[in-house]
């Protein structure tokens, strides 16, 4: 009784074979019999003639479904009203750390390479076993607890036009920061080809404070312990698109979640539908990128496959290269002192204020130095008061200075201390 996560059964129908096969995800995504080792040995060939070609690693797409449980028992959380998925109920089977562990001696451990999981419905537990350092699995692991903190209060997933709740996002990003440390690695990341774009998410891409927000969201970020993974188009600030009708969209999960709630189930009207998918839809990460303000900002002189973003002639690579201002230079900066400065990688983080609903305050802490990270996620000015030792400097702002306890719209700023 499996569910699709993109709708309907997860079982099809194959006329040549007269068979049916299992796609946790689209028909064109079969998934694959982990449990023959034919099956397995030629995935390891693959990957090992890709690596001779010479590429650096792999993002393993949903890893943590390969295994499937003895006997595919039905999903108990299933019924003949449910539009849900058995993602969750599918993941982490019973042999999944057996056959990464196998990849890892086979493959992975050969070569001096990068690897990262995707792994939706992961515990911290969970990710010390596909990502510790003595797992002899995985790098790292994508997680989504912090994708997920706008879900709808409606039982409608990620289908919502609701902001995230600050409080929420700081426990769950310190969670993580707190139960990996010293035990395996985190991945960063605000956003990806499957997520709303970050400055419209967390941000504010209003033109007033675009710029400014995503300068925050960065900060906030990358100061953070772990490998950060900075998405296309996100080191431009690139924003979601409000196309007006359905028909604009290509994304098979927006197409089907419209005819499911709207056509089908009819619990949405098409208004607030729409309304939803300028929010949530993964077409708004997956717009052309916008390389300057030429036609089809400078991406193809064909057709592409989604239109490009309205914006472009003002929100692009040109225009961002040309101010030394913009997003991308401000990117560069935090790189350079992420590759500097031993404590962004070594340093103990702890959380300063964790109920502030509109402050997002946060510590690197190393043996002889500090860090001091402060961020408002409002677009309001506040006043807080953070002690500062009087050795301590601002490194890094947004805004450029320094205002003390005053702390302007998403303003975001970073003190060292130390050696």
Do not use: C
Request: net charge negative; proline share 4%; glycine share 6%.
């Amino acid at each position: 009784n499996w569910l699709s996560d993109f709708g309907g059964s997860a079982w099809a129908f194959d006329e040549k074979t007269k068979q049916y096969y299992l796609h946790l995800f689209s028909k064109k995504q079969p998934d694959l019999n982990w449990e023959n080792p034919a099956l397995r040995e030629a995935i390891y060939e693959t990957m090992s003639w890709w690596l001779n070609k010479g590429i650096d690693g792999f993002r393993m797409d949903v890893i943590n479904l390969i295994s499937k449980q003895t006997g595919l028992p039905n999903d108990p959380n299933v019924n003949a009203d449910n539009h849900g998925s058995s993602m969750t109920f599918v993941a982490n089977g019973p042999k999944v750390h057996q056959y990464l562990q196998e990849m890892n001696a086979k493959v992975l451990s050969r070569n001096d390479i990068i690897t990262v999981g995707e792994t939706p419905g992961v515990t911290t537990s969970d990710a010390i076993k596909y990502a510790g350092f003595d797992s002899h699995e995985l790098q790292m692991i994508f997680q989504f607890e912090h994708t997920e903190i706008d879900n709808s209060r409606e039982g409608l997933g990620k289908w919502s036009d609701e902001r995230f709740n600050l409080v929420d996002l700081k426990r769950i990003l310190s969670k993580w920061q707190t139960a990996l440390d010293g035990k395996a690695w985190n991945s960063l990341y605000w956003n990806n080809h499957d997520r709303p774009r970050v400055v419209s998410r967390f941000g504010d891409d209003s033109e007033a404070y675009r710029v400014v927000s995503a300068k925050m969201l960065a900060t906030t970020l990358h100061f953070m312990q772990g490998t950060p993974y900075i998405y296309q188009g996100e080191e431009i600030g690139m924003t979601n698109v409000d196309w007006p009708s359905i028909q604009q969209y290509q994304d098979i999960d927006t197409l089907n979640a419209y005819q499911d709630l709207v056509i089908e189930q009819q619990r949405v009207s098409p208004e607030q539908m729409m309304t939803y998918v300028h929010h949530s839809s993964r077409d708004n990460a997956r717009t052309p990128m916008q390389w300057d303000d030429s036609n089809q900002a400078g991406f193809t002189k064909g057709k592409p496959w989604l239109a490009v973003n309205s914006n472009y002639e003002t929100i692009n690579v040109a225009q961002a290269l040309a101010d030394q201002q913009s997003i991308f230079y401000f990117y560069k900066k935090i790189i350079a002192l992420r590759q500097q400065m031993p404590i962004i990688t070594n340093g103990h983080y702890s959380v300063l204020d964790i109920d502030d609903t509109e402050v997002y305050a946060y510590k690197r802490s190393g043996v002889d130095s500090e860090l001091l990270i402060i961020s408002n996620f409002t677009n309001q000015t506040l006043t807080r008061h953070y002690p500062l030792n009087d050795g301590a400097n601002m490194i890094l702002s947004n805004y450029g200075d320094d205002k003390g306890d005053t702390l302007r719209p998403y303003e975001s700023k970073v003190y060292f201390e130390g050696t």
